[in-house]
């Protein structure tokens, strides 16, 4: 895995490669969506091109669903200011492109197991009502990525509510960067087009 396919990965929302390094059961419970995650991800990389892009990507979804706060990813991404501009169904509309999105970028980026290794670092660190899990994925040559997950509670359940990149580079950040010259003043159509043509390109592995 080429860390630039991992950092467009990241930007697009997570993909992962990972060795447990515990039991979910076992774990800090902020910690247990991320190895969940993870197993389901190892999951659809030892299918590999084996199995058809759609069927990996309907396997991966729910557990993305599940693990990541999509819509409070997508509002943050698309910014507080234009958030509310932006018309319900185009909302609805969105949410859907973002979340097909985000499963495309791991399926398409982590499509094949070469013995990465993916470590928890046990040693979770609040920030402010945050906790971050930080973890690291070890390529075979040595070569190290650093991922830091920000967890976030909500009614006694726990999400994945940004990642940094070597502990400082937001994914949320970087996709609002992205999504600004792409959304207009209450109009999300471009955006919406815009994502719709990657997931495509993904699926079809023609995306640059």
């Not at 009502?129 to 991922?147: E, F, H, M, Y």
């Not at 509510?161 to 950040?173: E, F």
Request: charged share 25%.
């Amino acid at each position: 895995m080429k860390r630039r396919a991992l950092i467009a990965a990241l930007c697009a929302v997570p993909c992962l490669i990972w060795a447990v390094t515990s039991q979910a059961e076992d774990a800090d419970p902020a910690t247990q969506p991320i190895i969940a995650l993870n197993a389901a991800i190892l999951d659809a990389m030892h299918a590999g091109h084996g199995k058809p892009f759609a069927e990996r990507a309907a396997a991966l979804r729910p557990v993305v669903e599940k693990v990541f706060d999509l819509p409070l990813l997508l509002r943050n991404s698309v910014g507080n200011v234009r958030w509310p501009t932006i018309p319900d169904e185009q909302k609805a509309s969105l949410l859907e492109v973002f979340t097909q999105f985000t499963v495309a970028s791991y399926v398409a980026n982590f499509d094949a197991f070469n013995g990465e290794k993916f470590i928890i670092d046990h040693d979770n660190r609040k920030v402010e009502n945050d906790v971050v899990v930080p973890s690291r994925i070890v390529a075979t040559n040595g070569d190290i990525t650093k991922l830091d997950y920000v967890m976030r509670e909500t009614d006694g359940v726990w999400h994945v509510v940004d990642i940094l990149l070597d502990g400082s580079i937001s994914r949320v950040a970087v996709t609002r960067s992205d999504f600004r010259a792409l959304l207009g003043a209450g109009d999300a159509s471009k955006l919406i087009d815009s994502l719709r043509s990657k997931v495509a390109n993904l699926a079809a592995g023609t995306a640059s």
